[in-house]
């Protein structure tokens, strides 16, 4: 399974990718790196990794399908077979071949705090304001709609009333590093298929 990973800033998802396909539990390998923003410290740790990675800005396109449009030329490119949004700050709206085999992960439990506007800290802030006793994160399908595509996996963690929102993030991200490339799996061993909207997993 060849993946293109989408970033936006330190690639902390995409070193996880990484270090699971170096360990052998990830069946997959990455074929492109593209990040939003130039400044991204995950440009540079792809590239010091050995990866293809370069930017696309969105201001240089008229509108969110021109840069959709743009990125599934460059990973058809590169011959990715999965796309992987690792933290992308902007709006993909995946087009053939890329329809229902495009990956988010966020993390919450969709659909509870996401949408426009809930990404990274934002999301545990909320939760944390909202008192929430658990949380967790979801690997979902693209759409054109901000996380409502099909639901893969959810995973949960117990919170406790001392936890901050960072203790909120790192317990949540624990759980990303297992659950993203669990789902490149399903991907891999062809488990995957959605039917009436939703993402159904078929036995191994």
């Known amino acids: ?62 509108d969110d399908d021109a840069y959709s449009a743009a990125i599934v030329a460059d990973m058809q490119a590169h011959g990715a077979d999965l796309i992987i949004c690792a933290g992308f700050l902007k709006k993909f709206n995946p ?38 006793r ?20 959810q995973d949960t963690v117990q919170l406790a009333d001392g936890d901050t929102p960072e203790d909120i993030r790192r317990k949540v991200f624990e759980l990303e590093c297992e659950a993203l490339p669990r789902a490149v799996n399903l991907f891999a061993d062809g488990r995957v298929r959605v039917e009436n909207g939703r993402a159904v997993i078929s036995e191994a």
């Open 1 to 62: 399974m060849k993946l293109g990973i989408l970033i936006s800033g330190g690639g902390t998802t995409f070193l996880n990718l990484h270090e699971r396909i170096a360990a052998g539990s990830l069946r997959a390998q990455i074929v492109r790196v593209l990040s939003s923003s130039r400044k991204a410290r995950g440009l540079d740790l792809a590239r010091e990794r050995g990866y293809a990675a370069d930017a696309l800005v969105r201001r240089q396109f008229a």
């Open 95 to 132: 087009a053939p071949p890329y329809l229902e085999r495009t990956l988010n992960i966020h993390p919450s439990l969709i659909p509870a705090f996401c949408g426009h506007g809930y990404y990274g800290m934002k999301v545990h802030e909320a939760v944390y304001a909202r008192g929430c």
């Open 134 to 153: 658990v949380s967790g994160c979801t690997v979902h399908l693209v759409n054109e709609i901000y996380d409502a595509g099909p639901i893969l996996i």
